[in-house]
C-alpha cells in the first residue's frame, strides 16, 4: 500500500494525537516512506532466519527477528540485538497494531515502563528528539502487510529503544490505509501496556 510522505506524517501525528488525549503522551512524527513500496524482506525466509523467542536473547547482526503483535504486547522481542538487525511484525492479535522503534537519547535512565507514563512535558523531549528508526504496520492475521512505512525495520544505531504500538484501541485494519487522521477517542495501544525496551549493540 503506496503511502507519500505527507500521508505517512499525518498518520504517525494522528497517532501521537490520541496518545495525547490519552495519557499525554507526545511527538512520536515520522517523514520519509522508505519503504512503502519495498517487498518485506524475503531474505528472511531464503536465510531460515530463527525468530528470537526466549527473553535476554541476542540476534547477531543483520539478522531478522520476528516479533509477534498480540492484544496488548510484543513477543518474541529479545532484550538485546546487534547493530544491523532487522525487525519484522506478525500480527496475532484481533486488532492491526503497528511497531515503532524510537531510539531514546542516552542521557535518559528511567525504562521504558515509567518513560510512557510521563507528563506530557516530559515526553516530549524524549520522543520527540527525532524521527522514529522505523515504524511496521502489520494488519490483523498478516506479517508486515502494508509493513515498513518508516525504515526498512532495520535498527543499525546503538542504544536503548523504545518500542511502542500508538494506533488506538477498538480500530479494525482500515485505520492502516487512513489518508488523514484517524477519528478515535480511544485509547492508544501502548495505554494497555503494548510497549517494550530494547537495547542495539
Not at 538485546?80 to 535512565?109: C, K, M, Q, Y
Request: with cysteine; hydrophobic share 35%; proline share 9%.
Amino acid at each position: 500500500m503506496p503511502k507519500n510522505n505527507t500521508t505517512t506524517i499525518r498518520r504517525q501525528v494522528a497517532a501521537v494525537a490520541a496518545c495525547l488525549l490519552a495519557l499525554g503522551l507526545a511527538a512520536c512524527g515520522d517523514d520519509d516512506d522508505a519503504a512503502a513500496d519495498e517487498t518485506p524482506t524475503t531474505e528472511a525466509a531464503d536465510n531460515e532466519t530463527e525468530t528470537e523467542t526466549d527473553t535476554g536473547s541476542e540476534a547477531p547482526e543483520g539478522e531478522v527477528v520476528e516479533i509477534t503483535a498480540v492484544d496488548w504486547a510484543f513477543e518474541g522481542l529479545p532484550e538485546e540485538v546487534a547493530a544491523g538487525t532487522t525487525l519484522s511484525l506478525t500480527n496475532e492479535g484481533d486488532e492491526p497494531h503497528e511497531l515503532v522503534a524510537f531510539r531514546i537519547p542516552d542521557s535518559e535512565t528511567r525504562p521504558v515502563s515509567e518513560i510512557v507514563t510521563l507528563p506530557e512535558e516530559e515526553l516530549g523531549p524524549i520522543f520527540g528528539a527525532g524521527e522514529p528508526a522505523t515504524v511496521i504496520l502489520a494488519a490483523t492475521g498478516t506479517t508486515d502487510t502494508p509493513g515498513p512505512v518508516v525504515g526498512d525495520g532495520t535498527l543499525t544505531e546503538p542504544g536503548r529503544y523504545a518500542i511502542v504500538c500508538f494506533l488506538p484501541v477498538g480500530a479494525d485494519d482500515s485505520i492502516l490505509e487512513s489518508e488523514g487522521p484517524p477519528e478515535s477517542d480511544a485509547p492508544p495501544h501502548v495505554s494497555q501496556g503494548m510497549f517494550a525496551e530494547l537495547v542495539v549493540t
